[in-house]
């Protein structure tokens, strides 16, 4: 018997059909037992208000079933997958860009989830094929490219940052650049992406304390461009100049940053992009312990009381994404 029900009502153990198209809903599958309340959430994530169960196949609305959690799993499937339906998403010529951005930004984040649990060299390689797809949306679709820049205001999320990030330093090196053969924007485009990939070396706890770092946490997140620099040279998934967008993106001009307190133009200029990108989005995101800025609130601040983190063109023309 199908039933529709409130998305409040979902429990674990609950039959659930999707509707058909990808667009619809953020999973693979249409039809699914859920098994945790971290599928329901990421319903609730998707605007997803009502839902239907079969109830011959699945607990019937009515009754109650303590969550268990899926055994662990290798979710290499997974990311191929979410990068095989980035594809047909980006092909789908029926889709807005409105919707071709957010379902753009949902499965980006499903790769980085996947790719964050197991991070081998045979993943990162799976992952950056996956991302060329976005690269090359971003580069070739306008319209998308401008609905994709509007969805960096979220509640902080490594994964979510990281893709806001990827988004937001290729959008401004499609501009700096000007798509010059001699930058393989798709390996730049892994890079952005991966760029806080160090911090799976550290305590989970740390990352998403609620407030401040001690010293010696902050001694700690500060290995962590160091961390991911390593990780993918020993994968060598990425060339030496992508890497550096790992290494430097919390490199300042005035020489203030880390790893290397390097200054000006001993950054490369991938890091430079990356570093505008890091700070923007951590500003417009919200966290626990902090204001959430618009994106105008977020550029003045940036203009007023850090201008000299940045160089001032890369900077400039970071303020003109957003005009």
């Not at 790719?115 to 998308?144: C, H, M, Y």
């Not at 911090?199 to 010696?216: M, N, Q, R, W, Y």
Request: aromatic content about 8%.
């Amino acid at each position: 018997m199908i039933k529709s029900i409130q998305i409040e009502e979902l429990k674990p153990g609950m039959y659930i059909i999707l509707p058909r198209a990808w667009r619809s809903h953020p999973f693979i599958s249409n039809r699914f037992t859920i098994t945790s309340k971290k599928q329901i959430q990421k319903l609730v994530d998707y605007g997803i208000t009502e839902i239907n169960i079969d109830e011959m196949k699945g607990m019937p609305a009515e009754s109650v079933m303590a969550e268990h959690e899926e055994p662990e799993k290798d979710f290499s499937d997974d990311l191929k997958n979410s990068a095989e339906t980035l594809k047909d998403i980006i092909t789908d010529k029926k889709v807005l860009p409105a919707a071709r951005a957010r379902a753009v930004q949902m499965h980006s984040v499903d790769m980085m989830k996947s790719l964050w649990l197991n991070p081998t060299g045979e993943r990162i390689a799976e992952f950056k094929e996956g991302v060329v797809s976005v690269v090359d949306l971003i580069l070739q679709d306008d319209a998308t490219n401008s609905q994709l820049l509007k969805l960096t205001s979220y509640d902080y999320d490594t994964y979510i940052h990281s893709v806001n990030v990827g988004v937001l330093a290729i959008s401004l090196a499609k501009v700096l650049l000007k798509k010059g053969d001699k930058h393989d924007m798709h390996a730049l485009g892994a890079g952005f992406f991966l760029h806080d990939l160090g911090k799976v070396k550290i305590d989970e706890a740390i990352i998403k304390k609620p407030g401040k770092l001690t010293d010696e946490e902050m001694d700690l997140m500060r290995k962590h461009p160091s961390m991911g620099f390593k990780l993918l040279h020993e994968t060598k998934q990425i060339s030496i100049e992508s890497r550096l967008i790992v290494l430097q993106h919390h490199e300042r001009n005035h020489g203030g940053g880390y790893p290397r307190g390097l200054r000006g133009e001993d950054i490369h200029i991938y890091g430079r992009i990356c570093s505008v990108a890091d700070v923007f989005d951590a500003l417009v995101s919200k966290r626990p312990y902090k204001a959430q800025l618009s994106p105008f609130h977020a550029l003045k601040l940036m203009k007023d009381e850090m201008l000299d983190h940045f160089h001032k063109d890369v900077f400039e023309k970071f303020v003109l994404l957003f005009k």
